[in-house]
C-alpha cells in the first residue's frame, strides 16, 4: 500500500467512515449569507471543510467548479487549508484528466506540483502510456474512470470487449498491468450496485472510489455491502447533498449534520 | 455545416491549408531571447501566431501547458488576440474533458464563456449525456477522441466491440446519433492512417481533427490523402514542429518557414 493509500486507510479506520465530502462550488448554490461576499467560495468550502472533517476519511474539490469562475487561486487556498489544519486527511482533485503523454506531463505538473493533490481522478481511453505521468508518481493516488455514475455510463463503458464488458477490461488492465506502483486505484458509480459487486469478487485488494451517493441517487448502505473488502478500500463520495443541505446562516450546521448522519450508517461496517 | 465548420471551412479554402498550429507553450523549450521575460509566454505565443497565421486554418492552444504554470490569464490574452487580430481564424482549446453532466456544464463554462474558444476538444468515455453540455452549443464545434496519435491509443480503442473496433463504435455513435446539431468532428491520430482511412470512407461528410504529424511521426501526405474529402472537412495539427524550430532570436521565422512549407505539401490537395 502506497503513502496516500495508508493515510487514507489509517484516517478511515480512526474515524470509522468511508465519507469523502466532495468540494464542487457552484456560485448559484451558495447559501444566503454568503452572497456578494469577496471570498464567499473559499469561506463557504472552509466551513464546509471544518464542519464536516470529523467524519470524513478525505476531501475532494472538482477542478471544473473553479475552472469555471476563474477561481485557481481559491483552489490552491482550500487544498492549503486542508494540508494545513487537517494533514490526516488527504485531498483528492476530481480533474479526470487524459492526454499523449508529453500534454499528460502538465496536467501531473498542474495536479501534483501547482496544486498539490494527494490523488487525481483520470479517464483511461486513451490506454496506459497517456497516465504514465500521473501513475509514477508513487507517493500519489490515482483513480482510473472505469464504471461512472452518469445515466449514459454503459453507452461505451457495458460494450462487450472480449466476452466482457469494456469496464472490466479497463479494470484488468488498470489493476492487474498498470498497477506497479500500488497506488492506482477505480472510480466505480455507486448507481451501477451489480458492477461494483462484480468488480470486488474480482478485486479484493483494490480501492475503489464510489461517488453518486445521494443527488445522483445511487444506495449508500447498498455500495458499502457491495464495495467493502477486508484487504482492498472504499471510499463513498458525496458531494451536493452535504455542500447543499442548508440555504441559510446554519448552513455548515446542516453540512455537518448529514455528513454526520452518513458517517452513523458507516460506523457499523468498521 | 454549423458556423464553427462555415469559417474554418472558409478560411481553408481562401489559404488553401489544412493547418493548425497547435499551442503548447513548455518553458523549457522557449527561445533564449525570452528567458527570464515577465511575459515570455505570451509574447512567444502572440510572435508564433503572427508568423504562422497566414499559412493557418485555426490555432489549437493546449490547456495543460497553460494550467501546470498557473497561466489562465495568459490563456485568455492568447485567445482573445486571435479573435480580435484574426477574426477569420477560430480556436479550438484542446481540453479533452469529460464528467457527469452537472460537471460538463462547469466545463464548458470554463472553455466556452470564461476562454471563448470557439471549438473545444472531449473524451467520450462516460457517453452521451457527459458531453451534451458541450455539444448543445450550436455555435461551437465540439472534437470527440475517437482514435487517438499516442502509442498506447490501440489498447482500448482498437477493442473488438460488437465486431468491430472500440474507435469506430465510438465514430458511428458520436456521428450518427450525437450529432444532432451538426457541430461535432472527430480527433483521428495521424499516427494511424488506416483507421483514419477506413473512418474518412465511412463518413465522407464528417469533420476530422488530425494531430500527431510531425514530432509524433505522423505522415501528413498520407494523412491528407486518407483524410481529405469534398463533403467533409480536415484540419491537421502540428505543435512542436512549428513551435520549437528555432531557438534563437530569429524563432518566430523559422517557425513561418516551417509552416510554409507544410501549407506548400497542402494547398495541392485544393
Known sequence: MNSFFKLISENQKTKKTFLCVGL???????????????EAVFDFLKNIIDATEEFSCCFKPQIAYFAAYGLEDTLLKVIEYVHTKYPQTPVILDAKRN??????????????SRYKADAVTVNPYMGQDS???????????VFVLCRTSNPGAGEFQSL????????????????????????????VGA??????????????????????VGAQSGDMNLAIQYGKS????????????????GKNSDYADKSRKTAQAMQEEMKCFF
Open 160 to 187: 462487450k470487449t472480449n466476452e466482457k464488458p469494456l469496464y472490466k477490461t479497463v479494470a484488468q488492465k488498470v489493476l492487474n498491468t498498470w498497477n506497479v506502483n500500488n497506488n492506482i486505484g477505480l472510480v
Open 24 to 38: 464542487d462550488p457552484n456560485l448559484n448554490f451558495l447559501p444566503k449569507p454568503l452572497t456578494g461576499q469577496p
Open 131 to 141: 497516465l504514465e505521468p500521473f501513475t509514477k508518481q508513487k507517493d500519489k493516488g
Open 191 to 212: 448507481t451501477a450496485p451489480e458492477e461494483l459487486k462484480s468488480l470486488r469478487e474480482e478485486f479484493p485488494e483494490a480501492w475503489f472510489l464510489v461517488p453518486g
Open 99 to 112: 492526454d499523449i503523454g508529453t500534454t499528460s506531463e502538465m496536467y501531473a505538473m498542474e495536479v501534483f
Open 230 to 245: 477486508e484487504k482492498g478500500g472504499l471510499i463513498i463520495s458525496s458531494s451536493r447533498t452535504i455542500l447543499y443541505a
